[in-house]
């Protein structure tokens, strides 16, 4: 019989009862430790072992089922109160190494814990629109093409400019209505499915009163420059203790 290993989905204060399965079917269960709540799945290491996921995590298909179960139950670990995840793929051989790892960094949990309570997070995604062509001039000399080449230079180099000057003020007025902003890269065409080039993408994380106020301000963003969109609530990845390395 295939050996298990334990699943590490999030860190609570309190020890929440699930009936959300997990990454492989199983019920999770809990572990305690330094006054803190492991939400844990038991896993058989012949899939979830480090070997089967260096293989697995190149399966895309996989990947995205794996995803989709991992978050089903951060969400239901954040709908009964506030949630530390960890990130996919965390896995330890027992109970005594989760406890281990739980011990040693119950200061970052508490402090996120204490961060994130009665907050969520929301993505913000901002992408450049396409600029229109400028008009063709009436000549077609070798004069009115360097002209036309010039002028679409130019156009594409303000395009940018308004494009940075958007970001920055838009960046700068959901800060205001977070607690704590993140950064990351943008991401590529293929995950977006989106040609645009992708200018900015942030996670916020908003007091739930704000919530409302902070979807209304990415919806009633006007630029002609920017296309915004808006994601969430989420629990509070970006801000997860164990990515705070």
């Not at 969400?75 to 109160?81: C, Y």
């Amino acid at each position: 019989m295939p050996a298990d290993g334990l699943w590490l989905y999030g860190v609570t204060r309190a020890a929440n009862r699930l009936e959300t399965p997990g990454v492989a079917g199983e019920t999770p269960r809990t572990v305690t430790a330094a006054g803190l709540t492991a939400t844990v799945g038991d896993v058989p290491l012949d899939l979830f072992g480090a070997d089967a996921l260096q293989r697995d995590l190149e399966d895309l298909d996989w990947l995205a089922a794996v995803a989709r179960a991992h978050d089903a139950v951060i969400v239901a670990l954040a709908e009964q109160g506030p949630v530390a995840p960890v990130r996919l793929a965390t896995v330890y051989r027992d109970d005594e190494s989760v406890r281990s790892a739980v011990e040693a960094r119950s200061g970052q949990f508490s402090r996120t814990l204490d961060r994130v309570s009665g907050r969520t997070e929301w993505g913000v995604k901002a992408f450049l629109t396409a600029a229109p062509d400028p008009p063709a001039p009436a000549a077609s000399s070798g004069v009115a093409y360097l002209t036309r080449r010039r002028n679409a230079l130019a156009a594409r180099e303000t395009r940018h400019q308004q494009a940075s000057d958007e970001v920055r003020r838009l960046h700068l007025a959901l800060c205001e209505l977070s607690a704590e902003s993140r950064t990351h890269a943008p991401q590529s065409r293929a995950l977006t499915a989106d040609d645009r080039p992708m200018v900015l993408n942030a996670a916020y994380l908003v007091d739930n009163r704000e919530s409302a106020r902070f979807a209304d301000t990415v919806a009633q963003w006007r630029s002609q420059a920017l296309a915004v969109q808006l994601t969430g609530p989420w629990p509070p990845y970006s801000f997860s203790a164990l990515d705070e390395q």
